[in-house]
């Protein structure tokens, strides 16, 4: 089987690179983690008009009709250069989401702006426990006569603060475990939602408490059907696992080029300290993680591009290897460094704390490796 990257697949790579070079240098990345919004309209329009809002949605919505592989070369590029903004959550979670679970109406009326950067969609899963299976969602919702009310605390959810719709995981009165998990659509500026932004490790991504107070939502917000929510959540999940280890490859890329380009001019003892063999050695170990990393992130996203029954198994795979790896890789970064590599002025500690905070969203490797267990009947 060959897992290279077609002509064009290649093509749209370097464009995303040069447009990121451009638009998003790490001066950008810098005033964002400032910026409480996290992004500027002017780069959001510009993301939109190059059709990356719509690269996995049909063209009959607006998209550009490409699969999760070509999604994969462009968020790659992105984690190269830690990009800001609420881009992850709106069209790799919540266009799968929508393509997943919409009705013929929701598609209607939710993608095609979604593809042209009018719509920003974010998952509101995690809530105060932070589990990441079926027993984590506690949140309310009750039958209101045609339509549902919706109660409850969702945390770390990312970009809710600039959303304009939330895909709600609520629970059926009475229900245990995956039963009775349902799924909403919920106007982020509807009465009752109000999203409180959170100060987290890693500023290039803002993540946010949103309060649900006796939410008012229809029956047409139910997104799939009533009480059969938590199937289309592990679907939307493990492409959501996918998308950020594409990203999370691109991060430890560009640590391990900087790593590298560094051990080359920086002098110690009258000789580069690539000369030595201890830098040697964390370089060659960095490069086997990023290859090995490339590589499970690649199959999964085939993986799940075609839909094949393996897939939750292969983006459990990858998401549990690539967790450790960048997060080993961007630590081992910051030690070839030295003492500049902890500076605030240098920029390896951005790609650290952008590696935790990948690690953890989705579960980390410890909570992925248990599902490979399982999905292996281990």
């Not at 993540?207 to 649900?212: D, F, M, P, Q, S």
């Not at 009480?227 to 959501?240: F, M, N, P, S, Y």
């Not at 590298?260 to 830098?279: D, L």
């Amino acid at each position: 089987m060959d897992f290279g990257f077609s002509e064009e697949q290649e093509m749209l790579r370097q464009s995303a690179r040069d447009f990121l070079a451009k638009e998003a240098p790490m001066t950008y990345v810098r005033r964002m983690m400032d910026d409480e919004r996290g992004f500027t309209d002017a780069v959001w329009k510009k993301m939109g008009e190059l059709g990356w809002m719509g690269l996995i949605l049909p063209e009959q919505y607006g998209g550009s009709g490409m699969d999760f592989v070509d999604l994969v070369v462009v968020l790659e590029e992105m984690g190269r250069v830690v990009l800001p903004g609420p881009y992850f959550w709106t069209a790799v979670v919540g266009g799968t989401a929508l393509l997943e679970g919409g009705s013929a109406a929701q598609k209607e009326r939710y993608l095609p702006k979604l593809a042209t950067g009018d719509l920003r969609v974010t998952l509101a899963q995690l809530e105060l426990d932070a589990r990441w299976d079926a027993d984590g969602i506690q949140l309310e919702a009750r039958k209101d006569g045609a339509g549902w009310r919706l109660s409850g605390t969702k945390m770390f959810v990312g970009d809710a603060h600039t959303a304009d719709l939330l895909i709600v995981a609520a629970r059926l009165p009475g229900s245990k475990g995956p039963e009775g998990v349902t799924l909403f659509l919920v106007d982020a500026k509807a009465r009752g939602v109000a999203p409180k932004l959170l100060n987290s490790m890693d500023q290039t991504r803002k993540i946010c408490e949103v309060e649900l107070a006796d939410v008012a939502v229809g029956a047409d917000a139910v997104l799939g059907a009533p009480g059969e929510g938590w199937r289309l959540l592990d679907r939307i999940v493990d492409r959501g696992k996918v998308g950020l280890c594409a990203e999370m490859c691109g991060g430890a890329q560009k640590v391990l080029e900087m790593s590298v380009e560094y051990a080359k001019v920086r002098e110690q003892f009258g000789r580069p300290i690539g000369s030595f063999q201890a830098i040697q050695h964390k370089c060659a170990n960095m490069l086997v993680e990023v290859e090995s990393s490339k590589s499970a992130t690649y199959y999964a996203a085939w993986a799940v591009a075609n839909d094949v029954p393996e897939a939750p198994l292969a983006a459990a795979m990858a998401k549990a290897y690539t967790s450790d790896a960048y997060r080993h890789t961007a630590g081992e970064g910051i030690q070839i460094h030295g003492g500049i590599g902890f500076t605030w002025e240098h920029d390896m500690h951005l790609y650290f704390k952008r590696a935790k905070s990948s690690e953890v969203t989705f579960g980390d490797a410890v909570w992925n490796r248990e599902l490979v267990a399982q999905l292996i009947e281990l």
